[in-house]
């Protein structure tokens, strides 16, 4: 099994690399689970600033103490924290779009926009990276399926990866960013269809 990787660590922070399957928060005995991981991993309790869906992978960012979570909280609710995402879809998808389409989850709909970027292109499948600027409840899953182009994958794995955070440091202010696209399970699939 897949185990989750350390990508930063900050006296502040920690950026984790999850792996699709992982839940952030304990569902079930049978899932493994991110935040009671890293506490018995590092020996300290951690605090998830943002979520990842279970068959989601990628960069996902946990304050060390609930004064840094709450700084955190206040740069996502000033769209402030940008997280970037690859993704392999079904069909060509030929020029960036904005996705506008409202989301409705639980009963009610809410505005909802993702920036949708073509960077490459196999056959019927198209590479794109996408920037939720909301983050609505499947939001990328539910636009690309808007534009007839869902992402590959089934109900337990699909390809789609976080593959880049960018954000203020909650003390110092300077502009932190973490990438790791080459490391991601969507770019090395990617590169193996491009083999085909």
Known sequence: MIKPRLILKDK???????????????ESSE????TP?????????IFPVHRLDRVTEGLILFARTKEIASRFQMLFKRRALKKLYLAICKGKIEKKIIERTPIRHKKETKSAE???????????????ECEPV????HQ????????????????EKIFLSAIKLEFTHPKTGK???VSNKESSVVYKKW???KRL
């Open 37 to 45: 991981w890293a506490k018995e991993e590092f020996g300290f309790e």
């Open 12 to 26: 502040d922070f920690l950026v984790l690399s999850k792996p699709s399957g992982w839940t952030v928060y304990p």
């Open 191 to 193: 590169l193996r269809i």
């Open 175 to 177: 502009l932190v960013s």
């Open 134 to 137: 909301t983050g609505r409840y």
């Open 140 to 155: 990328i899953r539910t636009h690309l399926s808007r534009l007839g182009c869902p992402i590959l994958g089934d109900d």
């Open 114 to 128: 993702t920036r949708i970027s073509p960077i490459d292109w196999s056959k019927d499948l198209t590479l794109v």
């Open 31 to 34: 899932i493994q689970s991110l």
